[in-house]
């Protein structure tokens, strides 16, 4: 209970005791007191309003009421009654907070028994803040809005009820202001499939939470410490895609307003683009990525970067663009880039190369009888070339620096046309082909020219279009492939020059000089000296002449150009000499000699006639002296040794006589060569052949009957203990310089294939002629003996390489490397192999034997012939020995312009059985000398009626 108290304030202490009594009741009583003062001269009524409640106990409130009496002008008197206590009002149940932004908070309470008043208390900046709070009576609830406040800042708040000037004890309770936003917030990168974002922190607000795609993804992101700038990294997006993002600074569960940023992922790349090419420009296309429609083509050479920016934009599936215009021939480098919402993808990199240009043109710079020479102009270094001649395709390389290719053509037909294409390759592209044509050359040297004394006539080989001769005159002949000049000047020297001319253009085939037959003399005889000796004496002929050559007595005699007799001595008188006259210019004698025969002045017979009978005598006597001493000399018959031929074979023909002797053994159907041929088949039957019938050596002939002789077999070594025998089906032949220039062997059996390259070695051969099939008539007729492909193969001790190989429509060369194993020395062997001779019989002609009897013996020649040429067919006689006779034959025909068929045969067989094994083969040697003779006629063809003698020996072929 308070005091109730009563005092009396006189003027002189009104002030101080107002003022104590006034002190005194805010700090005891918490009352709020009204003090009227009265005073003589003026009335003063001061009011004091304590605003800060005094509790006094939880439940009471004590009311203090003054009263103030005036008793006088001088006086005053006032007494102070102190009421019963009221009990405070109740406190706010809950406040909630409706809203938060960066500066203000909006509160909302339900009122307190319908009290309109109250107070917010709250603390901002360091300074208190006292807001009062007066609501409607008609609200039941109270909404208030409190601001200017600090954004992102936690307050404490008290809401007082104040009922009838009581407060109420108050309801604390905190709330924020909600943070601001950032003041930068971007894209910092972008990849296919992640967006980095950056923003700049909000008052070191470490919390932030960041939406997008609406609302359908939040992250909450927590900064570190320190780093004003915060990056953040989206990753699993989708590319070529659109996000919307809105980040918000978050205090204490309270977020910011939020801001915006758009950004977008990087689109794919193109996956894949198709090139099409020309010579000045590339054509690409690829599918679209994801509907984009526009793309950046970035190109260009390390020489001269070309910058190029095309955008293309369709409503199909796929994009087209043609780049151009391009330098024919050049790679470049492409970077295809994808834009979305201006971002790059990284880029689809690849290179595309323009078709390189058609050669401009080709020259033909060399051409000869069998190789041409090719020659073009190259632009650029890294362009190959693929040329085409004759269905054969060649891949040309240029040569670094020169910018001119050049390149030749080798193995090539005589006179013949050839078109060629020249191709320029780069990068896998083939130009358009240039295409034109060229011709080989013609040997005129090896055509055959027939010459009289007004004509020349030949059969040329090969292309040509015309032909003329010139002299004074040109002539010209009309008859295409047989050539034929007349009405010549006898002697006289004329340019022979072929040439052949299509689409404008001229290639001269060939030239050479020939001189025609000089005229032919008439001459005659004339007495001189007695009978010692002669002159003769002819006519000017008309025509060119230089000498004339003059034979009598096996001496020859000449008169110079101009003279028109000589006179030549040292004869007997009464004498008849055979003369022979032959003009000649240059080198090129008459036709025909004329011969005639020449008698002597008679003066001096008797000493002549007596010599002769003393001469008789004399003969006689030594005759009858021989026949008495020695009668069994006259009687013994001559030796024929194993190698040795007799006079009787020694026989040849001459060129002139050789037509009539070809015709006289072709009568009566080919008699004349059965008759010749069966008097050959006992030649040499008698020899020995020991070795090859030892039971050890039999299972190595291919044949029991064809067998080599003891005396000109060939051994094999036997240094190596390895090797137990010497012995091979193989004989030394002779050739037209020695009696070892040929091998005649068998077919390799596949048990001795080794002794075949054993012997190759041992006898240094350089070549191996073969003239088979290895399978015929489904048999096999000779073994295989070199590798199949360039991998080198071990027979025996010698290892064969195929280094080359090159077909032919009737023969195949080939070119080995041969080493044995035992040495380091490597050795070339070239391979002759002759396809086109049937099973049985002979060629269908001479010509193609004759040409690679040519090829064969060119090789001879030039490699020299030290060491033997070996030959084979299937058993080694029969297609073996007319080949060898073929080239021997030639080679005498050429030397001797003569020939001897028989008797060389006649000596193969003496040193090899069966050699030029069947009659048909016999008459074809002899149509291969007459076509040599004759190129002209027909080449001989084989026959149906051409028989073969044996049938037996027919399977040795």
Same mark, same amino acid.
């Given at each position: 209970?308070m005091?109730?108290?009563?005092?009396?304030?006189?003027?002189d202490?009104?002030?101080?005791c107002v003022?104590l009594?006034?002190?005194w009741?805010?700090?005891?009583?918490?009352?709020s007191?009204t003090?009227?003062?009265?005073?003589?001269k003026?009335t003063?009524?001061?009011?004091?309003?304590?605003?800060?409640?005094?509790?006094?106990?939880?439940?009471?409130?004590?009311?203090?009421?003054?009263?103030t009496?005036?008793?006088?002008p001088?006086?005053?008197s006032?007494t102070?009654t102190?009421?019963t206590?009221?009990?405070?009002p109740d406190?706010?149940?809950?406040?909630t907070?409706?809203?938060?932004?960066?500066s203000?908070i909006?509160?909302k309470?339900?009122?307190?028994?319908?009290?309109?008043?109250?107070?917010?208390?709250?603390n901002d900046?360091?300074?208190?803040k006292?807001?009062?709070?007066?609501a409607?009576?008609?609200?039941?609830s109270v909404?208030?809005?409190?601001s200017?406040?600090t954004?992102?800042?936690?307050?404490?708040f008290?809401l007082?009820?104040?009922?009838?000037?009581?407060?109420?004890?108050?309801?604390?309770?905190?709330?924020?202001?909600a943070?601001?936003?950032?003041?930068?917030?971007k894209?910092v990168? %972008?990849?296919?499939? @992640?967006i /980095?974002l950056? &923003?700049? *922190? #909000?008052?070191? !607000?470490?919390? $932030?939470? +960041?939406?997008?795609?609406?609302?359908?993804?939040?992250?909450?992101?927590t900064?570190?410490?320190g780093?004003?700038?915060?990056?953040?990294?989206?990753?699993?997006l989708t590319s070529?895609?659109?996000?919307?993002f809105?980040?918000?600074?978050?205090?204490?569960?309270v977020?910011?307003s939020?801001?915006?940023?758009?950004a977008?992922t990087?689109?794919?790349?193109?996956?894949l683009?198709t090139v099409? %090419?020309?010579?000045? @420009?590339i /054509?690409?296309? &690829?599918? *679209? #990525?994801k509907? !984009?429609?526009? $793309?950046? +083509?970035?190109y260009?050479d390390s020489?001269?970067?070309?910058?190029?920016?095309?955008?293309?934009?369709?409503?199909?599936?796929?994009?087209?663009y043609?780049?151009?215009?391009?330098?024919a021939?050049k790679?470049?480098?492409?970077t295809?880039?994808?834009?979305f919402?201006?971002?790059?993808?990284?880029?689809?990199?690849?290179?595309?190369?323009?078709?390189?240009?058609?050669?401009?043109?080709?020259?033909v710079t060399?051409? @000869?009888? /069998?190789?041409?020479?090719? *020659?073009?102009?190259?632009?650029?270094?890294?362009?190959?070339?693929?040329l085409?001649?004759?269905?054969?395709?060649?891949t040309?390389?240029?040569?670094?620096?020169?910018?001119?290719?050049?390149h030749?053509?080798?193995?090539?037909?005589?006179?013949?046309?050839?078109p060629?294409?020249?191709?320029?390759?780069?990068?896998g592209?083939?130009?358009t082909?240039?295409?034109?044509?060229?011709?080989?050359?013609?040997?005129?040297?090896?055509v055959?020219?027939?010459?009289t004394?007004?004509t020349?006539q030949?059969?040329?080989?090969?292309?040509?279009?015309?032909?003329?001769?010139?002299?004074r005159?040109?002539?010209?002949?009309?008859g295409g492939?047989?050539?034929?000049?007349?009405?010549?000047?006898p002697?006289?020297?004329?340019e022979v020059l072929?040439?052949?001319e299509?689409n404008?253009k001229?290639?001269?085939?060939?030239r050479?000089n020939?001189?025609i037959f000089?005229?032919s003399?008439?001459?005659?005889c004339?007495?001189s000296?007695?009978?010692?000796?002669?002159?003769i004496?002819?006519?000017?002929?008309e025509?060119?002449?230089?000498?004339?050559?003059v034979?009598?007595?096996g001496?020859t005699?000449?008169?110079?150009?101009?003279?028109q007799?000589?006179?030549?001595?040292?004869?007997?008188?009464?004498?008849?000499?055979?003369?022979?006259?032959?003009?000649l210019?240059?080198?090129?004698?008459?036709?025909?000699?004329?011969?005639f025969?020449?008698?002597?002045?008679?003066?001096?017979?008797?000493?002549?006639?007596?010599?002769?009978?003393?001469l008789?005598v004399v003969l006689?006597?030594?005759a009858?002296?021989?026949?008495f001493?020695?009668p069994?000399?006259?009687?013994k018959?001559?030796?024929?040794g194993?190698s040795?031929?007799?006079?009787?074979?020694?026989k040849?023909?001459?060129?002139a006589?050789?037509?009539?002797?070809?015709?006289?053994?072709?009568a009566?159907?080919?008699?004349?060569f059965?008759?010749?041929y069966?008097?050959l088949?006992p030649v040499?039957?008698?020899?020995?052949r020991?070795t090859?019938i030892?039971?050890?050596?039999?299972?190595?002939n291919?044949f029991?009957?064809?067998l080599?002789?003891d005396?000109?077999?060939?051994r094999?070594?036997t240094?190596?203990?390895?090797?137990?025998?010497?012995y091979?089906?193989?004989?030394y032949?002779?050739?037209?310089?020695?009696?070892?220039e040929?091998?005649?062997?068998?077919?390799?059996?596949?048990s001795?294939?080794?002794?075949?390259?054993?012997?190759?070695?041992?006898?240094?051969?350089?070549?191996?002629?073969m003239?088979t099939n290895?399978?015929?008539?489904?048999?096999?007729?000779?073994?295989?003996?070199?590798?199949?492909?360039?991998k080198?193969?071990?027979y025996?001790?010698?290892?064969v390489?195929?280094?080359s190989e090159?077909?032919?429509l009737?023969?195949?060369?080939?070119?080995f490397?041969v080493?044995?194993?035992n040495y380091?020395?490597?050795?070339?062997?070239?391979?002759?192999?002759f396809t086109?001779?049937?099973?049985h019989?002979?060629?269908q002609g001479t010509?193609?034997?004759?040409q690679?009897?040519g090829?064969?013996r060119w090789h001879?020649?030039r490699?020299?012939?030290?060491?033997?040429?070996?030959?084979?067919c299937?058993?080694g006689?029969?297609r073996t020995?007319?080949?060898i006779?073929?080239?021997?034959?030639?080679?005498?025909?050429?030397?001797?312009?003569?020939?001897?068929?028989n008797?060389?045969?006649?000596?193969?067989?003496?040193y090899?059985?069966?050699m030029?094994q069947?009659?048909s083969q016999?008459?074809?040697?002899?149509?291969?000398?007459?076509d040599?003779?004759?190129?002209?006629?027909?080449?001989?063809?084989?026959a149906?009626?051409?028989?073969?003698?044996a049938?037996a020996?027919?399977e040795?072929?």
């Amino acid at each position: 209970m308070m005091k109730l108290l009563s005092f009396k304030i006189t003027s002189d202490h009104l002030l101080l005791c107002v003022f104590l009594n006034l002190l005194w009741g805010v700090a005891e009583s918490n009352i709020s007191s009204t003090a009227t003062v009265t005073d003589s001269k003026a009335t003063t009524t001061p009011s004091l309003t304590a605003t800060s409640p005094l509790t006094t106990s939880p439940m009471t409130t004590s009311t203090m009421t003054t009263s103030t009496m005036t008793t006088s002008p001088m006086t005053t008197s006032t007494t102070t009654t102190l009421p019963t206590t009221k009990p405070p009002p109740d406190n706010v149940k809950n406040v909630t907070v409706l809203r938060q932004n960066v500066s203000s908070i909006t509160l909302k309470w339900d009122k307190v028994n319908n009290i309109s008043t109250y107070i917010l208390q709250y603390n901002d900046s360091g300074s208190t803040k006292n807001e009062n709070i007066s609501a409607t009576p008609q609200e039941t609830s109270v909404e208030y809005v409190v601001s200017a406040l600090t954004a992102g800042t936690k307050y404490v708040f008290t809401l007082i009820t104040v009922f009838e000037g009581v407060n109420s004890t108050g309801h604390t309770f905190t709330a924020v202001t909600a943070p601001r936003d950032t003041e930068v917030f971007k894209s910092v990168g %972008q990849s296919e499939t @992640s967006i /980095t974002l950056q &923003w700049k *922190k #909000v008052d070191n !607000i470490l919390k $932030y939470a +960041l939406k997008f795609n609406g609302v359908t993804r939040e992250i909450n992101v927590t900064a570190t410490t320190g780093d004003n700038l915060m990056n953040h990294t989206i990753s699993n997006l989708t590319s070529a895609t659109e996000y919307n993002f809105t980040l918000f600074a978050e205090f204490e569960n309270v977020r910011s307003s939020g801001v915006y940023h758009i950004a977008a992922t990087v689109p794919e790349n193109v996956k894949l683009v198709t090139v099409t %090419q020309t010579v000045n @420009s590339i /054509t690409l296309t &690829w599918d *679209k #990525v994801k509907e !984009i429609s526009t $793309y950046i +083509l970035r190109y260009g050479d390390s020489d001269l970067p070309v910058k190029g920016n095309s955008s293309k934009s369709h409503q199909n599936e796929s994009v087209t663009y043609v780049v151009a215009p391009l330098t024919a021939g050049k790679k470049y480098n492409f970077t295809l880039i994808t834009v979305f919402e201006g971002l790059n993808s990284t880029g689809h990199q690849f290179t595309a190369v323009t078709v390189p240009p058609m050669v401009s043109s080709v020259n033909v710079t060399e051409r @000869s009888v /069998t190789s041409l020479t090719l *020659k073009w102009e190259n632009l650029e270094k890294n362009w190959n070339y693929l040329l085409q001649i004759n269905d054969s395709y060649v891949t040309v390389t240029p040569d670094v620096p020169p910018n001119v290719v050049s390149h030749p053509v080798t193995h090539l037909k005589p006179g013949t046309e050839y078109p060629f294409r020249v191709i320029t390759m780069f990068s896998g592209l083939n130009s358009t082909a240039y295409e034109d044509f060229t011709v080989t050359a013609i040997d005129c040297a090896s055509v055959s020219w027939r010459v009289t004394n007004s004509t020349i006539q030949g059969t040329v080989e090969g292309i040509f279009s015309n032909a003329t001769a010139s002299n004074r005159q040109t002539h010209v002949s009309t008859g295409g492939n047989n050539v034929l000049f007349t009405g010549l000047y006898p002697g006289a020297t004329y340019e022979v020059l072929l040439a052949y001319e299509r689409n404008s253009k001229r290639f001269e085939q060939c030239r050479q000089n020939l001189t025609i037959f000089p005229p032919s003399l008439r001459a005659h005889c004339e007495y001189s000296e007695a009978g010692y000796s002669i002159m003769i004496a002819w006519n000017k002929p008309e025509g060119v002449w230089t000498e004339v050559e003059v034979n009598v007595t096996g001496q020859t005699h000449f008169a110079n150009e101009g003279e028109q007799y000589i006179k030549i001595s040292g004869f007997q008188p009464a004498k008849t000499y055979e003369v022979s006259v032959d003009s000649l210019s240059g080198t090129v004698r008459s036709y025909e000699p004329f011969v005639f025969l020449c008698s002597t002045d008679p003066r001096g017979v008797i000493a002549g006639a007596v010599v002769a009978v003393v001469l008789f005598v004399v003969l006689v006597c030594v005759a009858v002296f021989i026949l008495f001493k020695r009668p069994g000399l006259m009687r013994k018959k001559p030796f024929i040794g194993a190698s040795k031929l007799s006079d009787k074979n020694d026989k040849t023909i001459s060129v002139a006589k050789f037509p009539d002797h070809f015709s006289q053994l072709s009568a009566d159907d080919n008699r004349g060569f059965s008759q010749e041929y069966e008097n050959l088949v006992p030649v040499g039957t008698e020899q020995t052949r020991k070795t090859a019938i030892l039971p050890e050596n039999k299972a190595r002939n291919r044949f029991n009957n064809v067998l080599p002789y003891d005396w000109c077999r060939v051994r094999l070594t036997t240094s190596n203990s390895n090797v137990t025998s010497d012995y091979i089906n193989a004989s030394y032949m002779p050739g037209y310089n020695s009696n070892r220039e040929y091998i005649a062997t068998q077919g390799p059996l596949p048990s001795t294939v080794g002794d075949f390259w054993r012997m190759i070695w041992e006898q240094k051969a350089k070549r191996i002629v073969m003239v088979t099939n290895c399978v015929e008539g489904g048999r096999t007729k000779c073994e295989q003996y070199w590798p199949a492909d360039n991998k080198p193969c071990l027979y025996g001790e010698v290892l064969v390489t195929t280094r080359s190989e090159q077909k032919e429509l009737s023969w195949t060369l080939r070119e080995f490397r041969v080493k044995h194993t035992n040495y380091s020395e490597e050795r070339t062997v070239k391979h002759f192999h002759f396809t086109a001779w049937p099973d049985h019989g002979v060629p269908q002609g001479t010509k193609v034997l004759i040409q690679f009897r040519g090829l064969v013996r060119w090789h001879i020649e030039r490699e020299g012939t030290g060491a033997p040429t070996v030959v084979h067919c299937s058993a080694g006689v029969g297609r073996t020995g007319t080949i060898i006779a073929l080239d021997v034959l030639l080679q005498q025909l050429d030397k001797k312009r003569a020939v001897g068929i028989n008797s060389f045969v006649h000596k193969m067989r003496l040193y090899r059985p069966y050699m030029v094994q069947t009659e048909s083969q016999y008459i074809f040697l002899h149509h291969c000398i007459m076509d040599s003779l004759q190129p002209d006629e027909n080449i001989y063809e084989n026959a149906d009626m051409i028989y073969v003698n044996a049938t037996a020996l027919r399977e040795l072929r």
